[in-house]
């Protein structure tokens, strides 16, 4: 099935159900139960998505104007990756879910644009046609997603010093997602 059918049966399927809850938070396209894991690493990605966590990233100082295919270019850039919700240790954990984050668990690959680790849980990223992110998780050894998922990208404005803090890091080269003018 194509990206553009799965979008097309995606708001069949939404329109039927009745758009249940708020226009910025993920909805669930398939009724399928599916992993825990793979749900808290949906649920923190689809996080970044929103305005809060978008008012402290690079993504709009990089892009302005920015779409869901550069969002998925930019959030796999050596930037865009420092600003995934990872814990490093179990305090850490416990201080961003107690201030309502979640944490992308250790044990699910998130990748973009494609599936490139059958034997892992995994969870991948893209842009649809809308200009929407999907989401699609897989369960190891599972050709098909157990998850799928799609969510807004919200639009925001960083504040005076986000925007220094990040141009100071393109300055120094870090890779942000715009091809080979500021990779390492």
Request: hydrophobic share 35%; net charge negative; charged share 25%.
């Given at each position: 099935?194509?990206?553009?059918?799965?979008?097309?049966?995606?708001?069949?399927?939404?329109?039927?159900?009745?758009?249940?809850?708020?226009?910025?938070?993920?909805?669930?396209?398939?009724?399928?139960?599916?992993?825990?894991?793979?749900?808290?690493?949906?649920?923190?990605?689809?996080?970044?998505?929103?305005?809060?966590?978008?008012?402290?990233?690079?993504?709009?100082?990089?892009?302005?104007?920015?779409?869901?295919?550069?969002?998925?270019?930019?959030?796999?850039?050596?930037?865009?990756?420092?600003?995934?919700?990872?814990?490093?240790?179990?305090?850490?954990?416990?201080?961003?879910?107690?201030?309502?984050?979640?944490?992308?668990?250790?044990?699910?690959?998130?990748?973009?644009?494609?599936?490139?680790?059958?034997?892992?849980?995994?969870?991948?990223?893209?842009?649809?046609?809308?200009?929407?992110?999907?989401?699609?998780?897989?369960?190891?050894?599972?050709?098909?997603?157990?998850?799928?998922?799609?969510?807004?990208?919200?639009?925001?404005?960083?504040?005076?010093?986000?925007?220094?803090l990040c141009r100071s890091n393109i300055e120094m080269g870090i890779d942000a997602g715009m091809g080979n003018?500021n990779s390492n």
């Amino acid at each position: 099935m194509t990206l553009r059918n799965r979008a097309s049966v995606s708001r069949r399927y939404r329109d039927f159900v009745g758009l249940v809850g708020r226009a910025d938070q993920p909805r669930a396209r398939t009724p399928s139960p599916t992993d825990e894991q793979l749900e808290q690493a949906a649920a923190a990605m689809a996080d970044m998505t929103k305005r809060p966590t978008l008012s402290r990233s690079c993504f709009y100082v990089v892009y302005p104007n920015g779409q869901a295919t550069e969002f998925i270019n930019y959030l796999f850039s050596d930037l865009g990756t420092a600003e995934w919700p990872i814990a490093i240790d179990p305090m850490e954990a416990e201080q961003m879910q107690s201030i309502g984050k979640d944490v992308l668990p250790p044990e699910v690959k998130v990748s973009p644009q494609q599936r490139s680790d059958p034997q892992q849980k995994e969870l991948v990223l893209m842009a649809n046609a809308e200009g929407q992110i999907m989401a699609e998780g897989y369960l190891p050894e599972e050709d098909t997603p157990t998850l799928t998922q799609e969510w807004s990208l919200a639009t925001a404005t960083p504040d005076q010093a986000t925007q220094d803090l990040c141009r100071s890091n393109i300055e120094m080269g870090i890779d942000a997602g715009m091809g080979n003018e500021n990779s390492n």
